[in-house]
């Protein structure tokens, strides 16, 4: 069985879940605090960084994108029309572009430091970084994920999914990213109702059920969140 050490509230750890809850594969979770460096996680990944997949007794699989790479070349592939990543390569370029978009560049500009200063910094020690959150991180966040989430509603706009006609790595992707950043209410969709209803989509999906019932310890969900039609 398939075993990946992620955490509820990081990006590419969803993206991964959203993946393989979508090509039907069972994983056993095992939540994984990266701030605390445990010996035997960094014996899997020195880098500390989150996910880590392994399958059987095969090495580590490490980072969302690599992981999300391995699921297609090993499930992907034989899943003819349900296959989370476009037939032709040109059309593969689109989706692998916007999956690092969102699972790097969005992550790197909001929601990491979202998430760092109001979620992990709340079970972090002082010597791990813990404390009061820093106002002026989470005004930077604020104002570049309306940059994002505009960006979002121009491809929901433009295509029938973000990368194309097809569902894709792109929309998990995304989704897995806006997901997180719905849970702390820090998304006006009322300022994009086409990002807005391309969201309901993929929120409607079987694949989204588990992540919508999570809670994350101290801190309550938006009271949208779970809900289909919002």
Do not use: C
């Amino acid at each position: 069985m398939l075993k990946l050490h992620h955490h509820p509230m990081s990006a590419a750890s969803r993206f991964v879940r959203i993946v393989l809850a979508e090509y039907g594969e069972r994983v056993e979770l095992f939540e994984e605090k990266p701030w605390e460096r445990r010996r035997e996680f960094l014996a899997l990944n020195p880098a500390a960084t989150l996910p880590v997949m392994i399958e059987d007794a095969g090495p580590p699989i490490v980072g969302g994108i690599v992981s999300g790479e391995y699921l297609d070349e090993t499930r992907g592939a034989f899943q003819r029309d349900k296959r989370l990543m476009p037939d032709k390569p040109i059309e593969r370029v689109e989706a692998r572009r916007l999956t690092e978009w969102f699972l790097g560049k969005m992550d790197g500009e909001v929601t990491r430091y979202l998430v760092k200063e109001r979620v992990f910094k709340l079970d972090m020690a002082p010597a791990e970084g813990g404390g009061p959150p820093d106002a002026s991180a989470i005004r930077a966040a604020r104002a570049n994920l309306k940059h994002h989430l505009r960006y979002v509603a121009w491809l929901a706009e433009s295509r029938d999914w973000l990368a194309g006609p097809r569902l894709s790595y792109a929309d998990l992707a995304a989704a897995a990213s806006l997901s997180i950043l719905d849970y702390l209410g820090e998304i006006a969709w009322e300022n994009e109702p086409a990002a807005k209803e391309w969201y309901m989509r993929l929120k409607s999906r079987p694949s989204f059920r588990p992540l919508l019932t999570e809670r994350v310890r101290g801190v309550a969900p938006a009271g949208h969140y779970a809900e289909l039609d919002f």
